[in-house]
Structure formats: structure tokens, C-alpha cells
């Protein structure tokens, strides 16, 4: 259920098992999350190595290993399946434009280190001969895998392979019901269709759950993203960028960035915004306040581009879990099972997640679902009035805590000390 990338990726190694398989998705495959992503396929299952390190540190060298073999399959599924996704990898930089984020990337350097990353610590000038904005202040190179992807074309390859494998996909069928009837599950379909299956994959992500415990776990919040005019030579020249990397800076707030394949800027992030009872719908797409501030940010970043349009806008819905990355859990008798809450980190880890939701399906005991990272449950969100209670508080306290210095308030403590908190 769901033709997203952890649908597709299901479908995908479930069709390679052996299964016959039915993929059913509400609207279009890859119309969601995953085909309006920045397109950052990271290595890391944990939304960066420092949340995976801080949560579970015993494991963290194996989920760096796993991540990496899941990032390397994802390459060779692309070349194998000749999927035109613009896949490329130049490496990711962390920037720092207040102070006291060069303290911040400095020890993340020196952990990430000691767990065999390869890294360089940049000065100013160093991430300004990168990359040239007046803002930057320092820069945290992370060398080692990070590909840049068009995440649309991803998801169409992908759902293009997993028709060529024999799987059935039905588009425009939203299922509103599922049950269990006997050794079989049972879902109704938007329009009267039935399907009986012996096992699903819910891969809903953060859309209305049709089982309650993933509406614990994870929310939907608003993230927005802009995209210019291609660059001329002119312009591109004015910014360097010749490396091409993948780049965020580094307060709770932060944009993501990158060039397109033709040499646009994309350009998201920054606003992370919860609609009441998890609303999730088309008019909440547009929001030109939201629209006007990535723009000011961006002219503040790129003075040197004055006058450059941007020709595209559109937001999504993060799938946000309190502990920042995939969630796992079985449903309807270990009948279904999912991976959600990848917390704006899932276009490399989804994978992943497909195949750990597979084995939980096939109650199958792998090195996967040994991990802590796929046994233990994160903290739940407060069911509303106390849930967007909740969340604006926390809103609030992170913006606090990026205008004085990255001094986190009582609030926020509190949040760290019970591993939970509330990202995009
Ligand atoms: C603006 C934005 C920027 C992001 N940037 C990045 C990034 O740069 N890097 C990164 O790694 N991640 C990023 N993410 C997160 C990433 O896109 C997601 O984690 C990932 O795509 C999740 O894939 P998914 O298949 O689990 O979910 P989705 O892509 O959301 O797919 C879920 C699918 O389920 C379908 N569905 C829901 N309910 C039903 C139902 N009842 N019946 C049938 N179908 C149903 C939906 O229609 C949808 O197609 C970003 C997300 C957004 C919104």
C-alpha cells in the first residue's frame, strides 16, 4: 500500500523473492514525498550519523555498514534498470553562518572520525572557494557516499522496473478499509474494488494511517522548496559551486540546496509547518508568506545572483517521527507490517525500510530486524488539542535557540533528556 519509495522498493524486492505482488496507490506513484524531495539520497538509516550515534551507539558502526550496502544497492538497482534519475555524487557540505555552529561542526568532525567517515573541517575561506556566499563562516565536507538523485524520475524507474518484474500496479486506488478475514487480510478500495492478500506492507508514510499505531508515531509537517532559472555561465561562475555538492546549513532551522542537472538552484527548508489533526491537503501547499521568506534567505545567501527567478515552487508533507528517523511495527495479526517516519531523510533510507517492513511481513528473523533501531518504538506524539500544543512550542523554542547561539531552553532540555524532539 503506497507507491512511494518504500512502496516501490517493497514491491520491488518482494516481486525478486518470488511473490506475486499487487502495489496499490491512492493517487500517482511517486506524487507524494518521494517525487517532491531535494533529491539528497543519504547513506545514513538515521537521519545523519550524529541522531544515529546519540540513540544508539552500540549499533551505530552496523547501521553505517547496512546503510551503506542499501545506498550501494540503490546505485546499482539505478544502472541495472537504466533509470535516467540523474544520479550523482559530489559529496554533501554542512555550512555554518552563526558563530557558534563552527564549534558545532567541529566536534561533529572529529566523532564522525572516529567512526571512520572521511571528512574535512573547512575554514571560511576554504568553503567560500567551494562555494561563494558571504553568509558562510565554515564547513563540514562529508566525502564519503551522499548522492544527489531527481527523485521523481527515481520513482518513476522505479515503478517502470516493478511493472517489468510482473508487479500490479494500480494507481488512483486508494484503499480505505483493511481487515483481517482468516489467514488473509482484506482491503477496500476507494470505488468498491476488494483485494484479499496473505501479507501487506503499509507504506503510508505520513498520509492518514489505516491502522492506529502509525498515527502515534509519526505527523505530517509542511516543508517548502523553491527552484530557480538555470544559471547562465555568467552567474554560475559568480557562486564557484564547480564541485557541485549537496548543501545544508546548520541551525535547527536550516535550507537544503543544490543544482539541478540543468543547472538550476533548489533551494527548501527553513519552515517546518503542522496543520492542526495532521492536516494534509492540497491548499496547504500554498503559502506565500513561506514562499516570500525562502526568497529573502536565498537573496541573503546569493547576493551575487540578484534578479534570478525562481520558476517552480511546491511543498510536502514531512513524515515526522519524534525520534528523527524510519519507525517499524506490525499490525492485523503480523500481517502487515511498515516503515514510516523517516523524518526528511528518506530517499536513501526507504530501502532499507522496505526490506526491514518484508522481513517483519515474513515474521523473518534477520540481522535487520535485530537491530534496536527497528525493536524499539519511538516516543508518541500527544493525541491533539496537546499535539500542535506541543508542536509550536517546540517551534518556538528552536528558533530561540538559533538566535541566542544555540543555547537550548528548559523545553528543549527536557525534549533531549526523553530522546524526543521535532525536525523536518
Ligand atoms: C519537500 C520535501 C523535501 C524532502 N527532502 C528530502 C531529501 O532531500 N532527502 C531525503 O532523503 N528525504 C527527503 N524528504 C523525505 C522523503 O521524501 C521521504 O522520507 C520519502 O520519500 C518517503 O517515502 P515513502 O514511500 O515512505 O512515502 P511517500 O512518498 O509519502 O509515499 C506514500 C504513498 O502512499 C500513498 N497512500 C497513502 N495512503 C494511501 C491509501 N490509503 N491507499 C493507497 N495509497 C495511499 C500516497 O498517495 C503516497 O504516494 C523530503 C520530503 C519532502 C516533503
Not at 543519504?42 to 550515534?53: A, M, Q, R
Request: charged share 30%.
Amino acid at each position: 500500500m503506497g507507491g512511494g519509495f518504500t512502496g516501490l522498493w517493497a514491491a520491488l524486492l518482494a516481486a525478486a523473492e518470488g511473490s506475486d505482488v499487487v502495489l496499490l496507490e491512492g493517487e500517482r506513484c511517486g506524487g507524494a514525498a518521494s517525487g517532491r524531495n531535494g533529491g539528497f539520497a543519504d547513506p545514513s538509516l538515521t537521519h545523519g550519523f550524529e541522531n544515529g550515534l546519540s540513540r544508539w551507539p552500540a549499533e551505530i558502526d552496523e547501521l553505517d555498514r547496512l546503510g551503506d550496502e542499501s545506498f550501494a544497492a540503490i546505485r546499482e538497482t539505478i544502472e541495472a534498470r537504466g533509470i535516467d534519475a540523474e544520479w550523482e555524487e559530489p559529496g554533501f557540505i554542512d555550512v555554518a553562518t552563526r558563530e557558534h555552529e563552527l564549534d558545532d561542526l567541529a566536534e561533529a568532525a572529529v566523532r564522525a572520525r572516529e567512526h571512520g567517515a572521511s571528512v574535512t573541517l573547512l575554514d571560511r575561506d576554504a568553503v567560500r572557494a567551494e562555494v561563494d556566499s558571504p553568509t558562510y563562516l565554515g564547513g563540514l565536507a562529508w566525502h564519503d557516499g551522499g548522492a544527489l538523485v531527481n527523485p521523481a524520475k527515481l520513482a518513476w524507474g522505479l515503478r517502470a522496473a516493478a511493472i517489468e518484474d510482473g508487479v500490479a500496479v494500480h494507481e488512483d486506488t486508494r484503499v480505505t478499509a483493511i481487515r483481517e478475514d482468516g489467514d488473509e487480510l482484506v482491503l477496500d478500495c476507494e470505488g468498491g474494488a476488494r483485494l484479499r492478500a496473505r501479507r501487506v506492507v503499509l507504506a503510508t508514510n505520513a498520509f492518514t494511517p489505516l491502522v492506529r499505531s502509525i498515527g502515534r508515531y509519526v505527523i505530517p509537517v509542511y516543508d517548502y522548496v523553491l527552484v530557480t532559472e538555470p544559471l547562465d555561465e555568467e552567474r554560475r561562475a559568480a557562486i564557484g559551486w564547480r564541485g557541485r555538492q549537496g548543501l545544508a546549513d546548520s541551525g535547527n532551522r536550516f535550507h537544503y540546496y543544490r543544482l539541478t542537472a540543468d543547472d538550476r538552484i533548489l533551494w527548501g527548508g527553513f519552515e517546518a509547518i503542522y496543520h492542526w489533526r495532521n492536516g494534509l491537503r492540497p491548499d496547504l501547499e500554498e503559502n506565500a508568506e513561506v514562499f516570500d521568506l525562502l526568497a529573502g534567505n536565498f537573496e541573503e545567501t546569493f547576493p551575487q545572483l540578484e534578479g534570478l527567478r525562481f520558476t517552480h515552487r511546491w511543498a510536502g508533507a514531512i513524515d515526522t517521527c519524534s525520534r528523527f528517523c524510519v519507525t517499524f511495527g506490525t499490525a492485523l495479526g503480523g500481517k502487515a507490517a511498515y516503515a514510516v517516519g523517516y523524518t526528511g531523510l528518506g530517499v536513501g533510507a526507504s530501502r532499507f525500510g522496505a526490506q526491514v517492513a518484508l522481513d517483519l511481513v515474513h515474521g523473518r528473523d534477520t540481522e535487520r530486524t535485530r537491530l534496536e533501531l527497528v525493536r524499539s518504538r519511538p516516543i508518541p506524539f500527544p493525541p491533539e488539542p496537546l499535539r500542535s500544543a506541543a508542536v509550536g512550542i517546540t517551534r518556538r523554542a528552536l528558533i530561540r535557540a538559533d538566535e541566542r547561539r544555540g543555547r537550548r531552553g528548559p523545553w528543549l532540555k527536557l525534549l533531549d533528556r526523553m530522546g524526543a524532539g521535532f525536525d523536518s
